[in-house]
């Protein structure tokens, strides 16, 4: 009568240590990266002493994290991971062209996996007539738009585009306009095209600065700084382009608040 009572103990521990291991199957992570301007960029990683050289400029791109945490990433219903890690390889400077033509795309092209996301945030400098090394025609914008979908698409990633986050200006009756002429649209009729996710930053930060207030943004946002007050400015700064980090906290939230509507 032992033997029999055995196997029955032996066949409770197999389904048993079984059931473990399904409940216990690893967390899924991907990575999240980031291809764009200077408005995206992480500086504290730009190989240089932040605090000393750079703060308080900041991107929103490195603020995003704060938004990307186990339990809010779950209001993100496409993305199918327990967990993300930024990889922030946005650049000042570069446009679509130019971010290719430097190798940038293709570091991250052969570095994607399966289940990662591009978030691609480009205008601020293709739309630069006057500085020829980034300077993008739209004809031109859209066709490299259309290569970054198509390469992330290749290698099992999706794409997001970002239109380009506002400047502090121009300002009409206290409500603050689109400075990026026709690229934002553009950049829309490229995502319609191929049925690619948008979050039109353009409009979402052109709502939230005016409903802020153009001083209150030009002062806490914008690198607006007085003279002595920090390390790296100390005759101050007037930069209605680049953000404080106060400016990059509120961008990366609404950029977080456009994933939640993606569907």
């Not at 032996?10 to 899924?28: A, E, H, N, T």
Request: proline share 5%; net charge negative; with cysteine.
């Amino acid at each position: 009568m032992i033997a029999p009572y055995l196997n029955s103990r032996i066949l409770i521990i197999v389904i048993v240590f079984l059931m473990s291991l399904i409940s216990c199957k690893p967390d899924r992570e991907i990575t999240l990266w980031l291809i764009g301007d200077s408005t995206m960029a992480d500086y504290a990683n730009y190989g240089e002493e932040y605090m000393t050289e750079r703060y308080p400029q900041t991107g929103w791109g490195q603020m995003l994290h704060h938004f990307t945490m186990a339990d809010s990433l779950k209001l993100v219903y496409p993305i199918d991971a327990d967990s993300v890690v930024i990889d922030n390889r946005a650049r000042g400077g570069r446009s679509t062209r130019s971010f290719f033509e430097e190798g940038r795309w293709s570091q991250v092209y052969h570095l994607l996996s399966p289940g990662d996301w591009v978030l691609i945030q480009f205008g601020h400098n293709d739309s630069s007539p006057d500085k020829v090394d980034r300077y993008t025609t739209i004809s031109g914008y859209k066709e490299y738009l259309r290569l970054y979908v198509n390469q992330t698409r290749e290698q099992g990633a999706t794409p997001v585009f970002i239109t380009s986050v506002c400047r502090n200006y121009p300002w009409v009756e206290d409500q603050l306009q689109n400075s990026h002429g026709e690229y934002p649209a553009a950049m829309r009729e490229v995502a319609d095209e191929l049925n690619v996710f948008l979050i039109d930053l353009t409009v979402l930060s052109a709502e939230h600065f005016s409903q802020m207030g153009r001083e209150y943004v030009t002062n806490n946002y914008f690198m607006n700084l007085p003279a002595g007050k920090f390390e790296a400015y100390p005759d101050g700064m007037t930069d209605n382009t680049h953000f404080q980090p106060e400016g990059a906290m509120q961008v990366a939230r609404l950029v977080f608040e456009g994933l939640k509507e993606l569907k």
